[in-house]
C-alpha cells in the first residue's frame, strides 16, 4: 500500500517538474525575443541619432571653410566616439555608417596634421569599402547567377514551344518559299527581257546615229566635191570663155555681133549664179580663214531689220578642216532654226578653245521659246539629227527654253588634234 503510495507520488512529481521546466523554458524564450526586439530597437534608434549626428558634423568636410584646431578636434572625437559605437554592431546599416566615420577620421586627422592616424582611419576605411565593395559583387553575381538561370530555362521553355511551332510552320514556310521563288524567277525573266529590250533598241539608236552622221558626212563630202568642182573647174571654164568673149570683141571693134556681147552677158551671169551656188554648198570664208570669220559673215549675212545676229569668240584658231565644216553645218542649221520658229529680235553665238581642248558653242535668243519635252520625239527642228551628230563627235549636246523665255543651247565637243 506504502509502495504504491510513492509509486504515485513520484509520477505526479515528474509530471510537475517537466510542466515546471517547459513553463520555464518558455518564459525564457519569450523574454529573450523580447530583449532581442527591444536591443533591435534601441540599437535603430541608436544607428539613427548616429546618422543624424554625422550629417550634422558633415559641414565640417566642407573644404571651401575653415574652422579653428579646437573645432575640428571637436568633431574628430565625436567621430571617434561614434567609431567606436560602430565597431560592436554588425548590421550593414551599422559597417555603411562606419565607413562613413572612418573617410571623416581620416579627413578631420589630416586637417589636425595628424597625418598617421588620417592615414590608419584611411586605409581602415579603404579596407570596408572594398569589403563592401566585394559583398556587394558577390550579392550581384549570385544575383546575375539567379537571373541566368531563371533566364536560361524560360528560354529552354521557350525553345521547346518553339519547336513545336516550327514543325508545324516547316510546312508552311516550305510552300511560301516555293510561291516566293515562282514570282522571283517571273520578275528575273521579265527583268532579263526588259534589259535585252532595252540593249537591242539601244543598238538600233546607235545605228540609226551612225547612218545619219554616214549620210550627212556623205552629202558634206559631196557637196564639198561639188563646190569645189564649181570654183575650181566650172567657174574657171566660165571665166576662160568669157576672156575670149572680151578679145574676139576687141578685134571686132565696131562690127561685133550682139550675140557676141549676149552671150558674154549670159557667161558672166552664170559665173555669179555658178559662185553663189558654191557659197551655198560650202562657205568659202570657211574654207580661206576659219571658223570664227566664217560665224561673223553669216551672222551679217542673216541680220536684217527683225532680227540681230552676233557672233563673239575667244581663242579660236583653224582646226581640221572636215572638223570645222561639221561644226559650221550644226550652227547654221540652229541659226536657221531661229530664224524660222524663234521670233527673236537678238541672238549671239559664243565660241570658246576651252584649255582642256574643248570648244565650247553657246547660242541664244530671246524668241518665244518651246517646250522641250513635248519636241523630244519629233523631228520638226532637226534637233535629232544634231544630237546625233553632236554624240558621233564625242561631244554634250544641252537645250534649255520654255515659252517666252527663249532659248538656250550648249554644246561641247573635243577638238581633234591635227
Known sequence: ??????????????????????????????????????????????????????????KYSNKSVSYDKKEYEKVRNNYYKAYLFLKKIKSERAVKLKERVLYKLAYTNEQLRKFDHAYYFLEEATN???SLRQASLTQNIFEAETKYNEVKQAQRLEEEKSL?????????????????????????????????RNKIEQIENEMQTRIINATIDAKEKERKSIAEILHN?????????????????????????????????????????????????IS?????????????????KYSNSKITLRSEDKDIRRYNQDFEIKIYNIIEELINNILKHSNASNA???????????????????????????TKNKDGLG??????????????????????NGTSIFILVPIPKT
Do not use: W
Not at 516550327?166 to 527583268?191: D, E, H, K
Not at 568659202?284 to 551679217?300: E, N, R
Open 164 to 196: 513545336r511551332q516550327r514543325t508545324q510552320f516547316l510546312f508552311y514556310s516550305s510552300a511560301m518559299a516555293f510561291l516566293v521563288f515562282i514570282i522571283l524567277g517571273y520578275i528575273f525573266y521579265r527583268n532579263y527581257r526588259l534589259i535585252q
Open 233 to 281: 573647174s566650172v567657174s574657171a571654164l566660165l571665166s576662160s570663155a568669157n576672156l575670149h568673149l572680151q578679145a574676139t570683141k576687141s578685134q571686132l571693134k565696131e562690127n561685133t555681133p550682139k550675140e557676141i556681147s549676149k552671150a558674154q552677158l549670159i557667161v558672166n551671169e552664170a559665173s555669179i549664179k555658178i559662185r553663189d551656188l558654191s557659197h551655198e554648198l
Open 128 to 130: 570596408l569599402t572594398d
Open 348 to 374: 549671239t553665238i559664243m565660241l570658246v578653245h576651252r584649255a582642256d581642248d574643248m570648244l565650247s558653242i553657246r547660242l541664244g535668243d530671246d524668241g518665244k521659246g518651246f517646250n522641250v519635252n513635248a
Open 383 to 404: 534637233l535629232s539629227h544634231i544630237k546625233a551628230r553632236v554624240k558621233v563627235m564625242k561631244g554634250v549636246f544641252n537645250i534649255m527654253s520654255s515659252k517666252g
Open 284 to 300: 568659202s570664208i570657211l574654207l580661206k580663214f576659219g571658223l570664227a570669220f566664217a560665224m561673223h559673215d553669216v551672222c551679217q
Open 1 to 58: 500500500m506504502m509502495s504504491a503510495l510513492n509509486l504515485n507520488i513520484s509520477k505526479r512529481s515528474i509530471i510537475f517538474l517537466i510542466i515546471c521546466f517547459l513553463i520555464s523554458s518558455s518564459s525564457q524564450a519569450q523574454k529573450k525575443y523580447l530583449e532581442n526586439n527591444t536591443q533591435d530597437k534601441k540599437e535603430q534608434l541608436t544607428l539613427k541619432k548616429v546618422e543624424d549626428d554625422l550629417n550634422y558634423l558633415n
